[in-house]
């Protein structure tokens, strides 16, 4: 071929056109061949070598197999760790196993796996060193600068000190050792929270919550504001922090409406990375463990967030050990690393008792908070465990939102704190007023709206219709938050001013109806029909009846009791208001309809 230039062996190899990277694919076969059936021999590795210092594939992934299997306990064989590659679909990388058998057959002692494991990190230091002068070489053909270049070096010379410090070996092992001077020089009192004051740098949270309450609206809000350096619930704000939000749970079509509700868009995101459905690994085995701590190296995050965190465990959810395993190979991991992380769960069937599970969830957390939707918009976020005491322990918040049609407003949606002066200063008219209102009669949270309607006639109030039922559904959602001595603060006699605002029809703050995030609501009692006047000693029945303190029924006149009582009606169950007539009426109506209901 006369088109062609031909290059001398001495040429080609100064090139790098005919040779590989440095390796020692022996040492690396006798190591895996030994890992196999030792565990000690891989602690004995592990504490020399990084699995980035193996080159070859296979090998690499016979390594990750083994160490997921020594974190779990479970017995190494040859045959075992098959099995284990089996499972993630990647006998393909061994031969279909049969390199497995190679290797496994033929094994030097577990006393002589460090020193393989000593040789392979050598020559990786090496290889290196080779790939930087090939990045610099590659720069140069590019036209780079010396500043650019005098970087790839600096770079290069920092990555090898972290591994020399942080790496493996003795230095790993002393890098936990605590250094006094400077450790009780320390303020940790100054601790500088994360925009929203609900945990600080490195913190781990979860955020509990009921079904429908909207947690991920909550916290998408939250976490968006943060990497995009805006205040949130009141705090100021602080410079964007990088966020990476991991979701098993939401639509695409839901994450995208959300987001351009709360004010989000092509350029509006900030630092925040977003991993819709990731194909990772359960997070409760080493493998799930190293693929998140490969996401948030490439998304340099500083607070990770899981929505739902049960949707990344492979181990039964009531079983200790499985949260046990999440906090070994995924949280201590991201815990050590300085990373904060937020773990959204589900609330259990007795909602007094928290998440649903196992205990051991709460035990590596430095906060439990418990999110409950009160209706009207209305939500309360109160912690319930901490480890450090430090910031708020409740937010009583509002949900705002405008809708479009089928769709809402952008830049729209938001969570704003009470503000209980306002509250207590409500625009006479307004459904905020009208509950306060209400409050003041005395009438129970559970009251329906025929004993509210006419408690406010008597009482001279004018309302709407529209206006009394949603001051009535705000009242009775407040027994959603559960009891006085879960939640004192939504009780009004416990904390003075407090009611729960609520949001009409042609209010400026609409409730939010994000679904599937939508609260429960109660079934709203119809309105009673007005009843005719008393027909009392008129020659048309019995004579009047002396006062009585007990409620009488406007038709048949006799005492009304249980529900009938309760809901405030006025008629018995069987009485027709517009005839003034009742089933099969006896001639002596007071006895016969008393002796019923006490029967």
């Not at 007990?550 to 006799?558: A, E, M, R, W």
Request: aromatic residues 6%; proline residues 7%.
């Amino acid at each position: 071929m006369s088109n062609v230039r031909h290059l001398t062996p001495d040429q080609a190899d100064q090139d790098g056109l005919n040779r590989t990277s440095p390796h020692d694919a022996e040492a690396e076969n006798w190591m895996a061949g030994v890992i196999m059936h030792s565990r000690t021999a891989f602690l004995e590795c592990a504490e020399v070598l990084d699995r980035d210092d193996i080159y070859q594939p296979a090998v690499r992934l016979i390594w990750d197999v083994v160490g997921g299997m020594v974190a779990e306990q479970k017995q190494l064989h040859p045959i075992t760790v098959r099995a284990e590659i089996e499972k993630q679909k990647q006998l393909r990388t061994v031969d279909d196993g049969r390199l497995l058998d190679r290797l496994g057959a033929e094994t030097i002692s577990a006393t002589m796996a460090q020193a393989f494991a000593e040789r392979i990190a050598d020559i990786a230091k090496i290889r290196r060193h080779d790939e930087h002068a090939n990045r610099v070489k590659a720069q140069i053909q590019l036209g780079a600068t010396a500043e650019e270049l005098d970087k790839l070096d600096t770079d290069h010379r920092q990555y090898e000190e972290r591994r020399a410090t942080t790496g493996h070996g003795p230095s790993h092992l002393t890098a936990a050792f605590l250094d006094w001077n400077p450790f009780f020089a320390t303020d940790f009192g100054q601790v500088q929270l994360l925009p929203g004051r609900l945990l600080a740098p490195g913190q781990q949270i979860t955020i509990v919550g009921e079904g429908k309450a909207g947690k991920s609206l909550v916290v998408q809000e939250w976490l968006w504001r943060m990497a995009t350096g805006q205040s949130f619930l009141g705090d100021r704000p602080q410079p964007p922090v990088s966020i990476l939000y991991v979701d098993a749970e939401n639509g695409h079509q839901d994450i995208q409406e959300r987001f351009l509700s709360y004010g989000g868009g092509p350029g509006r995101m900030g630092l925040m990375t977003y991993a819709s459905f990731p194909p990772i690994r359960p997070l409760d085995t080493a493998g799930g463990g190293a693929d998140l701590m490969a996401m948030v190296k490439e998304a340099e995050a500083q607070v990770v967030c899981l929505d739902t965190v049960s949707r990344f465990i492979s181990g039964p959810e009531n079983d200790a050990d499985t949260w046990l395993s999440l906090y070994r190979h995924t949280l201590l991991p991201l815990k050590r690393a300085g990373i904060a992380s937020v773990r959204l769960d589900h609330m259990g069937k007795d909602g007094e008792r928290g998440a649903r599970g196992s205990s051991a969830k709460t035990q590596d957390v430095d906060h439990v908070w418990e999110l409950r939707a009160q209706g009207g918009g209305t939500l309360v976020l109160k912690r319930t465990h901490t480890r450090t005491g430090i910031g708020p322990d409740v937010f009583v918040m509002v949900r705002q939102s405008q809708q479009d049609g089928d769709h809402y407003r952008p830049g729209c949606t938001r969570h704003v704190l009470m503000e209980y002066d306002r509250m207590e200063q409500a625009a006479e008219g307004s459904v905020e007023w009208l509950v306060q209102k209400i409050d003041g009669l005395d009438l129970p949270n559970d009251a329906g709206n025929p004993r509210t309607i006419k408690a406010l006639a008597t009482a001279g109030i004018k309302a709407g219709k529209d206006k009394i039922a949603d001051a009535v559904r705000i009242r009775k959602n407040r027994d959603n938050l559960g009891s006085r001595e879960t939640f004192p603060e939504t009780f009004p006699e416990d904390v003075p001013g407090e009611r729960s605002p609520g949001t009409s029809k042609g209010s400026q703050k609409p409730q939010v109806n994000h679904s599937p995030e939508t609260s429960r609501e109660p079934a709203e009692t119809p309105p009673s029909p007005p009843s005719p006047p008393l027909r009392e000693g008129k020659g048309e029945g019995s004579p009047g009846t002396g006062a009585t303190d007990t409620p009488l029924c406007t038709v048949c006149t006799g005492p009304l009791h249980g529900y009938r009582l309760d809901r405030g009606y006025d008629t018995c169950l069987g009485c027709d208001p517009e005839t003034g007539s009742h089933p099969d009426r006896p001639q002596h109506p007071t006895d016969t309809h008393t002796e019923r209901h006490s029967a």
